[in-house]
């Protein structure tokens, strides 16, 4: 059965990766294309089930389920473009985020028995107190073509990570700029261009780039598992990272990667990756 699903365009790559299900998404749009009404935004090969619909539109359209991503979505998008009937649809809350505060209070905005809360990682659901919702796991993947692998040939670290200066410790962003005077390391995603970094570059290209690099280093304090850690798995690349959150649950000391929370050892790990391609 074909579903037309409505979801806000919050996450461009995840949105990009469910659009390979078999149904319509519908990602309502505004003029200016602000936060959560960019439609077909980005540098992504938008398959044609994702379908932009003027957010006033919406309300007319025959809706099977409904994906929020953020609060707006939940307490304030839905009462602006929905009916009382579409909004009594089937409906899930995709969580990507880990909880923020004390383990004591951890509670999630969504607290009904009638809408799912979709984790990304086993962490998040374990940490998140989601009240009365129910809840599951469904982890990343990724879309990396299976004929682009890592050939190691640049001898240096990919860092891959989102306006990292503004968004400070929690990213690590103290972490990058330490290690990158021990070990050559660059840095892609948006805002990157302000530290010297790559760019943001378009999703193709920067697979393309990545397969060159000897490792990728993720160095977020506290995040749920980066789908950009995912593509870099799928591309075949060494992950380097803190011992934090679902990373632990991924990476194999010694095997696959190398995890710690000392950072010498992850300084040295990334020196015998760059000398030692074959390691």
Known sequence: MRLTILIWHIHGS???LLAELPHTFIVPVRPGRPEGYG????HFDWPPNVVEVPAERVRDLPLDLLIFQTPRNYLRDQYEILTPAQRSRPRLYLEHN???GHPDRLRH???DPYTLVVHVTHYNRLFWDCGRSPT????????????????????RGLVVVNNLAQRGRVCGYDIFQTLRQRVPLDL????SDDLGGLGDLPQAVLWARASRYRFFFNPIRYTSLPLAVVEAMHLGLPIVALATTELPTVIRHGENGFISNDLAVLTEAMRALLADPDL
């Open 14 to 16: 995840y949105l990009r």
């Open 39 to 42: 439609g077909r935004w980005g």
């Open 98 to 100: 880990t909880p923020k």
């Open 109 to 111: 905005l969504v607290d």
């Open 136 to 155: 599951c796991v469904i982890e990343h993947t990724a879309l990396v073509p299976e004929t682009l692998r890592a050939d190691y040939a640049l001898a």
């Open 188 to 191: 892609a995603g948006m805002g």
